[in-house]
Every structure is written in structure tokens, then in C-alpha cells.
């Protein structure tokens, strides 16, 4: 402190020199980066293509030799330099590697940038893989665990559907899932549906009917108003138009009592 200083820090990429000073807990100065000599040859060896631009992005990020064997013996043989600079950023270290391709073993060097970016793990794969979805690619792992997806919001989901369903086996099932995440849909609204007496509903009404606010008290307030057993395309269209109970009592009123 309060006096010039110079320090350096050596990794397998070359050498960054800072000298400066500090004032109190403020400090200025400069730095100089000298690349290693043999660090560009090394990688190349690796079949790993650096310009000397990249040098100090190797540099500050730490990547080793010894990192990109490790990635080429877990069975990606050509990584580049585009994938290795996030892989090392985010510590996808040979642990999370071997433990993520336990669950997925054909599983692609780019999907683990997200995966570990996302807090994605084999704990996680393996719970929504217990919840019954089918179609578990890497690129819908990575669209549930984004937007909060558990094991149980799928399971709470499908069975409360399942039980409100005709059909055992809905289209696009898996995809509903996502839609249901996003416009809230949950096992209480399914069932404040069903308590309604719409224990029929396809995914697909489901998801019109939350999309447009279709509330269970939506519904009852038509049943009390004394219509009954409306058809769910119905009450979408009721609901898209913002027709109620109260504008078809104002319509009773001005003399149209058969709607």
C-alpha cells in the first residue's frame, strides 16, 4: 500500500506483470501479458487452433492442456476453442462430465454450457425422468429446468389432467407441460375446473381456457344465470368476446329472453 508494487500471476498460457499502486483500498496501474512460448504449439497439438488474440483469453480463463485431454477422453475428440472458453468458465469439470453423461451419454459438448449454467444436474434428470416424461432430450431438459420445471409440478399436473381427461394419452403431452408452467397452470386450477363440472377437458382446453382467464367462478356465475353445461369452446368464446352474466342479463332486460 502507498508505495509502487509489481506482482505476477503464471499459468500454463504465459505470464500477466502488474505493477501499480494502491491508495487506501483504491488501486491503479498497468498490466503486460508474455505468452508462453510453447503453450500455443501444445495446443495445437491437442488439435486446438489459438491466434494470438486468443492467447490471453486462454490466459484469463485458465484453460490447461491437461483440461482439453479430459474432454477428449470423455469422447468429444474435436472440441474447439469456442466451446472450451464457456466449459472452463463455468468449471464443467470432469465430475459434472462423467456425472451428466451417466444420465445422457450421447449427450453434446454444447449442451453443457447451459446445463451447467442452469444448475442442471443427473439429481435433476433423473427426477424428471421419474415423472413420466417421455421425450427427454437435452433441449427439453433445458426448457424446463429455465422456466422452474420439477419433478413434481409434472406429476401434480399430469395426474390431476389425466383424471379430467377422456383420452389416456393427450397430443403433445410433453410440450403441454411447458404451456401449463407458463400460464400457471396447476393442479388447483384443473380441480377448481373439475369441481365446476368440467372433468373433461383436453389439454389444449385447458390451456385456452387459463389463457383467457377462464376462472371456475367464471363459470358458475353462467350456471347460476341458468345455463348449464356450456360446451369449453363455448366458454372460450364467451370469454375471448368478455361477454358475462351481467351483459346477458342487461340483453334479458332490454327484452331478449330466449338466448
Do not use: C, W
Not at 142 to 153: C, E, N, P, R
Amino acid at each position: 500500500r502507498d508505495k509502487q508494487g509489481t506482482f505476477t500471476l503464471t499459468r500454463e498460457a504465459g505470464m500477466m506483470t502488474f505493477t501499480g499502486k494502491f491508495e487506501g483500498d483504491k488501486g491503479t496501474g498497468t498490466y503486460k501479458f508474455t505468452a508462453d512460448k510453447n503453450y500455443q504449439a501444445a495446443m495445437l497439438k491437442e488439435g486446438i487452433k489459438i491466434t494470438e488474440d486468443d492467447l490471453m483469453v486462454f490466459f484469463m480463463v485458465n484453460i490447461k492442456q491437461s483440461y482439453v485431454q479430459m474432454v477428449k477422453q470423455k469422447g468429444y475428440t474435436n472440441p474447439d476453442k469456442d466451446q472450451l472458453i464457456p466449459l472452463v468458465a463455468l468449471d464443467v469439470n470432469e465430475a459434472y462430465i462423467a456425472s451428466i453423461k451417466q444420465a445422457i451419454p450421447d449427450i453434446d459438448l454444447d449442451n453443457l454450457v447451459p446445463f451447467k449454467s442452469l444448475g442442471i444436474d443427473k439429481a435433476y434428470i433423473e427426477e424428471i425422468r421419474k415423472s413420466g416424461y417421455k421425450d427427454l432430450t437435452p433441449g427439453n431438459i433445458i426448457a424446463l429446468k429455465s422456466q422452474g420445471i420439477d419433478g413434481k409440478f409434472i406429476a401434480d399436473v399430469r395426474s390431476a389432467a389425466k383424471a379430467n381427461n377422456n383420452s389416456e394419452n393427450d397430443s403433445n403431452s410433453d410440450d403441454d407441460v411447458l404451456a401449463f408452467k407458463a400460464l400457471n397452470i396447476d393442479k388447483a386450477y384443473i380441480n377448481s375446473l373439475k369441481e365446476a363440472g368440467y372433468d373433461h377437458l383436453s389439454n389444449d382446453d385447458l390451456i385456452a381456457m387459463k389463457s383467457l382467464n377462464v376462472k371456475a367462478e367464471y363459470i358458475t356465475d353462467f350456471q347460476k344465470a341458468g345455463f348449464a353445461n356450456i360446451a369449453p369452446d363455448d366458454l372460450i368464446a364467451l370469454k375471448s368476446q368478455n361477454i358475462t352474466p351481467v351483459l346477458v342479463q342487461q340483453y334479458k332486460d332490454l327484452g331478449f329472453t330466449n338466448l
